[in-house]
């Protein structure tokens, strides 16, 4: 099975390499730019994680 069929793989990919940047020889609009962007791909894995269900987060408080 190739790895870029796995769910969340692309998400993964860019996350990484936009932490991977150097954010020190970038402007500070490009940082900001780069901050918001982890920032969203940070919120989107959070919910696109199989772990994280309402099912799960009901059974817990249970």
């Known amino acids: ?3 870029r ?3 969340g ?3 993964h ?3 990484n390499n936009l932490t991977s940047i150097d954010g020190e020889q970038l402007e500070s609009v490009d940082r ?5 962007a982890t920032t969203l791909l940070e919120q ?3 919910l ?3 772990d994280t269900t309402a099912d799960g987060d009901a059974n ?3």
């Open 5 to 7: 069929d796995t769910p």
């Open 9 to 11: 793989y692309r998400l």
């Open 32 to 36: 900001e730019r780069i901050s918001t």
């Open 44 to 46: 989107v894995e959070l």
């Open 48 to 50: 696109t994680r199989p």
């Open 13 to 15: 990919r860019a996350l």
């Open 1 to 3: 099975m190739d790895p």
């Open 60 to 62: 817990e408080e249970s």
